[in-house]
């Protein structure tokens, strides 16, 4: 009987590389890959600089590389590839008009270790390590994983094994990268101490995280006219979908979810778009699992850290996690706004941009802008035709927000359903920490069914329309209409500096599946024009 040699995963990963390669460069419009699972791993895979907004930048290996790519579509055959350790599995870059369906991304070795809590008390608690845990130099660390940061350990979340889904109530230890020390006991289990304000309970699952945001599963960089369809992506040690400063991106049918027998999927968020335009939609889509939010729409704000002259100046990226991507390009629209208010300034076209290094960029405009000088900023100001669509797709049993809708332009949330632990829907434009911009222009939230939204969080919410203090409204138009709302807590929107606010229509009623948190029903402020169904007494 003759043995068959399978190819290993370095070999087969660069056969899947060169095979798109090939095709991008004899100009073919549909490539099939073969059927069947591809364990690919990166060592022999090319390899790039990458800057990928809300993700960790450095050089990493690339299994599908779409640089170039136009008029191509790749079908999957339902094909499964299943990575070894850190490579970006899609890379779509100054790419147009791809489309990229019928195949599932997994890792054989997620970031994520699922074990039972088998004692706990005061300031500790005990775990079978299942051969995928281990202790050195006093820390929990992940067994396997290849080249991923195994030793970082960011969190334990509890999870309910019925619901599948994060305990509702309990804690989120992120202080545990820093307070814990981990020993191995004379039965084969280990011992986890730490000052946590939230000890798991014996007999619940325990996910630990470990690693970092290395490597989402598809990026789409510069692009447009990109469609992923029938995709599913099971783990990514990052982000499932991370699109940047791309046009006309709609992902239809694709699901970020758990592979079967795990209760998470991917690392922090199922998709991201940071400074996209023309169409967003996502159709029909399923995320759940996640360790962070189902969407975040957003833009970038940069600080304008030195005036060069009325027409000149130097902005700043100011997360570590947006370095390196240049969101300001000639002929770009640029927007002013106040460091303190995020109030708008005005706003100019760019005339032209030199890049200093990874973190600043220098901007000639087309016309001087006498009287900016100061502590301001500036972002990059989405077409007029921005258009977000979000319909048909279910969101839920994640640790996170359901949706983050940041952006200008008009935003249709409409017949989702939602079941987040964290706030529902949230739009909030931010120059502090991670210095995501856009207040809402013309947001309508419809026909939707909001499950116990929150019910892991005490004073999370359904919706959440944020602004710092100021002196005029900052969003424009906001309508959440004809919902079924089923409330975990009293708090079910929070808003202010609205324009128009419009709440009418909706089912509001009381989950029972959850224990209740007291609240008031609604805090309004800055509100120009309120117009509000009365609220029943639940």
């Known amino acids: 009987m003759r043995s068959v040699v399978l190819p290993s995963p370095a070999t087969t990963a660069l056969d899947l590389h060169r095979l798109l390669r090939n095709a991008i460069a004899s100009g073919e419009k549909i490539l099939h890959l073969p059927a069947g699972d591809h364990h690919v ?48 599995p899609l890379l779509v870059r100054n790419a147009k008009n791809v489309t990229i ?49 195994r030793a970082h350990l960011y969190n334990a979340l509890s999870f309910d094994a019925a619901r599948r889904e994060p305990l509702g109530r309990s804690g989120e230890n992120w202080s545990l990268e ?30 630990t995280m470990h690693g970092d945001r290395v490597a989402p599963a598809v990026v789409i960089d510069a692009s447009e006219g990109v469609t992923l369809e029938d995709v599913t992506i099971h783990h ?39 400074d ?33 002259g009325p027409d000149r100046f130097v902005v700043q990226a100011m997360h570590h996690q947006q370095l390196g991507i240049p969101y300001h390009r000639a002929g770009d629209l640029c927007e002013f706004a106040d460091l303190e208010t995020l109030a708008s300034l005005g706003e100019a076209r760019v005339a032209e941009v030199k890049i200093r290094n990874s973190r600043l960029q220098e901007l000639r405009l087309e016309h001087p802008v006498p009287g900016l000088e100061g502590s301001i900023l500036a972002v990059r100001k989405n077409d007029p035709d921005l258009m977000v669509e979000i319909s048909g797709c279910t969101i839920g049993n994640n640790r996170g927000r359901g949706m983050l809708l940041s ?38 939230i419809s026909e939707n069914i909001f499950d116990a939204c929150g019910y892991a969080m005490c004073g999370t919410q359904v919706l959440v329309v944020t602004a710092p203090a100021g002196p005029s409204d900052l969003h424009g138009k906001v309508v959440f ?3 079924d709302v089923r409330l975990a807590g009293a708090t079910f929107l929070t808003a202010r500096r609205v324009r128009d606010l419009e709440v009418r ?21 800055a509100i120009s024009n309120l117009h509000i169904d009365p609220l029943p007494q639940l």
């Open 41 to 88: 791993e990166g060592t022999s895979l090319p390899e790039d600089l990458l800057w990928i907004s809300n993700n960790d930048p450095g050089v990493k290996p690339i299994l599908l590389d779409f640089q170039g790519a136009g008029n191509l579509t790749i079908e999957g055959n339902g094909c499964r590839i299943l990575v070894h350790g850190v490579l970006i």
């Open 101 to 149: 369906r019928n195949l599932t991304i997994d890792w054989v070795r997620p970031a994520f270790t699922e074990v039972e809590v088998l004692r706990s008390g005061e300031g500790f608690f005990e775990i079978d390590s299942h051969g995928q845990l281990t202790t050195e130099a006093g820390r929990l660390v992940a067994v396997g994983g290849g080249d991923w940061p």
């Open 178 to 207: 820093r307070c814990h020390r981990a020993s191995a006991r004379p039965d084969g289990t280990i011992r986890v101490e730490a000052d946590l304000g939230w000890i798991p309970p014996a007999g619940i699952p325990l996910v």
């Open 236 to 274: 990514a040690l990052g982000m499932g979908v991370i699109a940047q400063i791309s046009r006309d991106v709609t992902l239809r049918r694709v699901q970020v979810m758990p592979a079967p027998g795990r209760l998470f999927s991917t690392w922090v968020d199922a998709t991201h778009f940071v």
């Open 276 to 308: 996209c335009a023309g169409a967003i939609r996502l159709l029909d889509c399923t995320f759940r699992g996640m360790f962070d939010d189902g969407t975040n729409i957003h833009g970038a704000h940069r600080k304008i850290v030195e005036w060069l």
């Open 407 to 444: 952006v200008p332009g008009r935003i249709d949330v409409r017949g989702n359903t939602i079941h987040s632990s964290g706030n529902a829907i949230e739009t909030p434009p931010d120059a502090a920490y991670w210095w995501e911009s856009g207040p809402v222009q013309n947001l309508e």
């Open 481 to 483: 209409r004809d919902n």
């Open 505 to 525: 229509g909706n089912t509001i009623s009381r989950s029972s599946d959850y224990p209740w948190f007291d609240g008031p029903s609604t805090e309004l402020e």
